[in-house]
């Protein structure tokens, strides 16, 4: 679960790499959020991009131990 959710939160590596890559190829909603941020100064929309991956990412964690609940039940 740890796992997952820190792969959603990937900002270093394709930041470094390639910035977004040609034509946004490898844009990921943290990249959005930090230009939105500190690019063009829009707070407000970085925080609400911010909240959606919130919700994205307690969205992936709850089904992630459902599944792995229902598994270990079944067991």
Do not use: C, W
Not at 39 to 68: D, H, R
């Amino acid at each position: 679960m740890l796992t997952t959710i820190g792969t959603l939160k990937t900002f270093e590596l394709p930041f470094i790499l390639t910035k977004g890559g040609p034509d946004g190829a490898t844009r990921l909603l943290s990249i959005d959020i930090i230009d939105n941020l500190f690019g063009q100064y829009k707070f407000g929309f970085a925080s609400a991009l911010s909240i959606v991956m919130l919700v994205i990412v307690l969205a992936v964690a709850f089904l992630q131990n459902k599944i792995l609940r229902d598994r270990e039940h079944a067991q």
